[in-house]
């Protein structure tokens, strides 16, 4: 008996040492250093277990490096790190993964994370819907990591200032929805091709939107519910960008100027105001690459003060501007036109004056209908 259980304890020592990633402790600073997998027997040291006669050491930790050498994290591997405020992720050639479905960071208190590289999970050690941290206040994103996966800081309702990286190319499904706190201007890095739906959904604070040229998909209630979003500009793109699904990726979100300088194209606008979109939207500007403004974009914008057409328009499509009451700018028909919808200007009661230039081939029923005070003028 004597034999076997030394030979037990032989043998756990040996898988013990066979560990070889390291996690060592320096005036706050716990480094996660090495090659291969963390052993949660690693970590023993520092939290309460019978080896070490359950001393806690966790509150002595301010400050967690990953180094780029580690391959993945195990559950639960930093939980109640209660003093922990600042965390960096470093560079590695590969995803770092985080096993299991428990949170690795569940119960700390991380402020500061610095994120340089991409990480893999099934339940997101970050998210605050699950247990995990919510005390994150800021992020930045280093320029190695490409994707940001889906609910990666959902629900991190402290968040307040994010920097994008310039390699990221994809931003996924509720990523950062629940950023309640979030007052940084959300300017998408160029090289973004996708972002999700509800990436930003409920991003209260955040103040303005830049959407690159690169981005060729937005999906359902991206930006939705961002009550503080008063500026948003769609750079140019060569292709037109899709805004998915029929749910308003702009819905209950109070844009109040928009610069429009691509092509869009939708199931349902997303900034039309009759299914739930914005209609606090007082000032467009069209840019001279946009070619189309398609069927219903702009219907029932009931703030809509001022339109700037670009030089570069073709058609105005049915009900583009169809209740937009407060339009008090005068309709200047950029010269290129040749199509104006049905009903395109319905009930633009408040614009002046109308200039209809010779481009313009065919106008459709009602289109400036109701339009009361409005004096024509035809080159």
């Given at each position: 008996m004597t034999s076997n259980l030394a030979d037990m304890l032989a043998g756990w020592k040996s898988n013990?040492?066979?560990?070889?990633?390291?996690?060592?402790?320096?005036g706050g600073t716990l480094v996660i250093d090495g090659a291969g997998a963390l052993c949660n027997d690693v970590l023993d040291e520092y939290r309460p277990n019978f080896n070490n006669g359950y001393t806690d050491r966790r509150s002595e930790i301010t400050t967690l490096i990953i180094r780029g050498g580690v391959t993945s994290i195990p559950a639960s591997a930093f939980s109640n790190y209660t003093n922990l405020n600042n965390v960096t992720i470093e560079y590695g050639?590969?995803?770092?993964?985080?096993?299991?479905?428990?949170?690795?960071?569940?119960?700390?208190?991380?402020?500061?994370?610095?994120?340089?590289?991409?990480?893999?999970?099934?339940?997101?050690?970050?998210?605050?819907?699950?247990?995990?941290?919510?005390?994150?206040?800021?992020?930045?994103?280093?320029?190695s990591v490409t994707s940001i996966n889906d609910n990666c800081f959902r629900n991190c309702n402290e968040l307040e200032t994010v920097n994008f990286g310039?390699?990221?190319?994809?931003?996924?499904?509720?990523?950062?929805?629940?950023?309640?706190?979030?007052?940084?201007?959300?300017?998408?890095?160029?090289?973004?091709?996708?972002?999700?739906?509800?990436?930003?959904?409920?991003?209260?604070?955040?103040?303005?939107?830049?959407?690159p040229g690169s981005v060729?998909?937005?999906?359902?209630?991206?930006?939705?519910?961002?009550?503080?979003?008063?500026?948003?500009?769609?750079?140019?793109?060569?292709?037109?960008?899709?805004?998915?699904?029929?749910?308003?990726?702009?819905?209950?979100?109070?844009?109040?100027?928009?610069?429009?300088?691509?092509?869009?194209?939708?199931?349902?606008?997303?900034?039309?105001?009759?299914?739930?979109?914005?209609?606090?939207?007082?000032?467009?500007?069209?840019?001279?690459?946009?070619?189309?403004?398609?069927?219903?974009?702009?219907?029932?914008?009931?703030?809509l003060e001022t339109v700037n057409f670009g030089i570069g328009l073709t058609s105005i499509g049915y009900n583009a501007f169809s209740g937009c009451s407060s339009l008090a700018s005068p309709l200047n028909i950029p010269d290129g036109v040749t199509s104006i919808g049905s009903s395109a200007f319905y009930n633009c009661s408040s614009a002046p004056s109308l200039i209809i230039p010779g481009s313009v081939e065919t106008i459709g029923s009602s289109a400036f209908a109701n339009g009361r005070g409005i004096n024509l003028m035809l080159f």
């Open positions: 013990n040492n066979s560990c070889s990633v390291t996690a060592k402790l320096n050639n590969t995803a770092l993964v985080f096993e299991s479905n428990y949170q690795a960071f569940s119960g700390s208190s991380i402020g500061n994370l610095k994120l340089r590289r991409n990480i893999s999970y099934y339940v997101s050690p970050f998210q605050g819907s699950y247990g995990g941290t919510t005390s994150l206040t800021s992020l930045e994103i280093g320029n310039s390699g990221l190319t994809s931003i996924g499904y509720n990523a950062f929805s629940g950023c309640s706190s979030l007052a940084s201007p959300l300017n998408i890095p160029n090289g973004v091709t996708n972002i999700g739906s509800s990436a930003f959904y409920n991003c209260s604070s955040a103040p303005s939107l830049i959407i060729e998909t937005i999906g359902s209630s991206a930006f939705s519910n961002c009550t503080s979003l008063n500026g948003v500009t769609i750079e140019y793109g060569n292709t037109a960008l899709v805004f998915e699904s029929n749910y308003q990726a702009f819905s209950g979100s109070s844009i109040g100027s928009l610069k429009l300088r691509r092509n869009i194209s939708y199931y349902v606008s997303p900034f039309q105001g009759g299914y739930g979109g914005t209609t606090s939207l007082t000032s467009l500007e069209i840019g001279n690459s946009v070619t189309s403004i398609n069927d219903n974009c702009f219907r029932n914008c009931n703030e």
